[in-house]
């Protein structure tokens, strides 16, 4: 059981940093370093296999879980030592992935741009550009089944083979919509990110904060709840207004709707 639980728990840190660095060009508009990502991953894989494998055997030699200090004598200190140097790979592994992010986004200005699709990928995220316009999407997808962006570049011909039949540039939104509408901004959301922290960690150390979060969190999702989705005096900066002004202007103006048509 305790292996399963370190192969979890090292492959869920792996894959977390493997996420970032896959949808890092979606987020930021550039990539990250391939070469310091690869020092990353390899120093970090080394790290967590020296830091948990030797465990295993400490526990075998009857060494406790959870204990901060140990006589010597029991044969615990070669393997302590591999965990220990093997936390600081992590930690070497961290300070990597931050010097990656630094140095990429120095270096980004000097660089191609990603573009929408950088990894030719699958799902909806890499047909609008990169990084994410803040409407999304300029026309909602129509979504007809799994891996539809994928369909949307290739298709099988007569002989069953795969074939693009549309580029990325061809195919891609260009995030140059207007008047798309947005609700409003709205800081709930953060309050709510807020207590939810708070009851997990009161559950663990003290029931009185973990009441605080939880009044915290009713309140904020309350208030949420009842907030306007339109607030006419919130700054959405979407372009909404010219999209406004355009319908009253052809309301007001017959001869320009005319004209439209």
Same mark, same amino acid.
């Given at each position: 059981?305790?292996?399963?639980?370190? %192969?979890?728990?090292?492959?869920?840190?792996?894959? !977390?940093?493997?996420?970032?660095?896959?949808?890092?060009?979606?987020?930021?508009?550039?990539?990250?370093?391939?070469?310091?990502?690869?020092?990353?991953?390899? %120093?970090?894989?080394?790290?967590?296999?020296?830091?948990?494998?030797?465990?295993?055997? #400490?526990?075998?030699?009857?060494?406790?879980?959870? +204990?901060?200090?140990?006589?010597?004598?029991?044969?615990?200190?070669?393997?302590?030592?591999?965990?220990?140097?093997?936390?600081? #790979?992590?930690?070497?592994?961290?300070?990597?992935? +931050?010097?990656? %992010?630094?140095?990429?986004?120095?270096?980004?200005?000097?660089?191609?741009?990603?573009?929408?699709?950088?990894?030719?990928?699958?799902?909806?995220?890499?047909?609008?550009?990169?990084?994410?316009?803040?409407?999304?999407?300029?026309? %909602?997808?129509?979504?007809?089944?799994?891996?539809?962006?994928?369909?949307?570049?290739?298709?099988?011909?007569?002989?069953?083979?795969?074939?693009?039949?549309?580029?990325?540039?061809?195919?891609?939104?260009?995030?140059?919509?207007?008047?798309?509408?947005?609700?409003?901004?709205?800081?709930?959301?953060?309050?709510?990110?807020?207590?939810?922290?708070?009851?997990?960690?009161?559950?663990?150390?003290? !029931?009185?904060?973990? !009441? +605080?979060?939880?009044?915290?969190?009713?309140?904020?999702?309350?208030?949420?709840? !009842?907030?306007?989705?339109?607030?006419?005096?919130?700054?959405?900066?979407?372009?909404?207004?010219?999209?406004?002004?355009?319908?009253?202007?052809?309301?007001?103006?017959?001869?320009?709707?005319?004209?439209?048509?």
């Amino acid at each position: 059981m305790a292996h399963f639980h370190y %192969v979890i728990f090292g492959g869920a840190v792996l894959g !977390l940093f493997a996420g970032l660095y896959f949808w890092w060009p979606k987020i930021w508009g550039h990539f990250l370093s391939e070469r310091l990502g690869n020092w990353n991953f390899w %120093v970090m894989l080394v790290g967590f296999n020296l830091t948990f494998g030797p465990m295993h055997i #400490l526990g075998l030699q009857g060494m406790s879980r959870r +204990i901060d200090t140990y006589a010597r004598g029991y044969g615990f200190e070669f393997w302590n030592m591999a965990a220990t140097i093997g936390s600081f #790979l992590i930690a070497l592994g961290v300070l990597l992935f +931050i010097w990656n %992010v630094v140095k990429s986004k120095r270096d980004a200005p000097h660089l191609p741009p990603p573009g929408p699709d950088p990894w030719d990928g699958r799902t909806l995220e890499w047909s609008i550009p990169s990084p994410v316009p803040e409407h999304n999407f300029d026309t %909602v997808p129509q979504v007809h089944g799994r891996d539809e962006w994928w369909h949307t570049k290739y298709a099988e011909n007569d002989e069953g083979r795969v074939v693009r039949v549309a580029t990325v540039e061809e195919a891609a939104q260009t995030g140059e919509a207007t008047g798309v509408h947005l609700p409003s901004p709205s800081f709930w959301p953060l309050a709510v990110a807020v207590g939810l922290p708070l009851i997990g960690y009161g559950l663990i150390f003290n !029931l009185w904060l973990a !009441l +605080i979060g939880a009044l915290l969190t009713i309140a904020s999702l309350y208030s949420w709840a !009842l907030e306007p989705v339109d607030d006419p005096d919130a700054a959405h900066d979407h372009h909404d207004e010219d999209h406004h002004e355009e319908s009253d202007q052809t309301e007001s103006d017959p001869d320009a709707e005319g004209d439209q048509r």
